[in-house]
């Protein structure tokens, strides 16, 4: 995983940059990209092209794609870790490709709820303080979690309980004591945290037995439909992918696969 990626959230609190409302600017979508290409480095292969796409506000979609595809570096995209070189990349009505990098931490605080490949917990921090985190950096998921549970913890508390985690003597740990199947569900936890308009989802089940993959769909799906969440799902499970709206294949979608630029598969 890109050591960018660890870029999820950012140290100050936000100036809000708010998102285009509906109706204005003709955008009802979630995401819009229209002729976009990516490379990690300046001389590096062109490891995403993506002529058009579009998801819906609340639409559940499911990315499918071999090792090395590009799928993390397109959630990446997404979530304004990275920018595009080429073409236009618009979350929420927000084209990410005109903000600047503090102004995308902000955007992402704010509106995308991301749970990376490799987790990303803040290892000094204890279960409850991961979870709670992005209500840190986003007054509006703040208010959100405040609404929903009375307090910060309350609300931790509550969307660890339906991952199974919510046992006094763990919630206090610090979170590299716990097994990486512990630490993917607080991982989910924390992105659920202040129900964030888009729901990023990189592998997410990858360390979960049969029973807790079930608990975390169950609570993913529950938690987006009840916010009209957007819900972006990159897995390898195909058991999962009947549960969504749609399947986004990335050797059909990313052109870089074809020719010129794609990068190796391991
Ligand atoms: N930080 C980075 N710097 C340079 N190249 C990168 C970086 N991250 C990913 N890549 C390259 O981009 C391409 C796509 O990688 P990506 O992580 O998006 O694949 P993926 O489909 O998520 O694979 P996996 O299923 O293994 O997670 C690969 O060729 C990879 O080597
Ligand atoms: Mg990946």
Known sequence: MPERMTEG???AMPEAVEP???GTAGTQAAVRIQDLAFRWQARAPVVLIIDDLTIARGERVFIEGPSGSGKSTLLGLLAGVAVPQQGDLVVLGQPLQRLGGVQRDHFRA???????QMFNLIPYLSVVENVTLPCRFSRLRRERALARSGTL????????????LADPALVGRAVTTLSVGQQQRVAAARALMGSPEVLIADEPTSALDADRREAFIRLLF???RAAGSTLIFVSHDASLEGLFDRTLRLAGLNRALDGAGAGEGE
């Open 20 to 22: 285009t409302r509906e």
């Open 9 to 11: 959230l950012s140290e």
């Open 110 to 116: 704010d509106h995308i709820g991301y749970i990376f």
């Open 222 to 224: 529950d938690e987006c």
């Open 153 to 164: 913890e309350q609300e931790a508390l509550r969307l660890l309980g339906h991952l199974d």
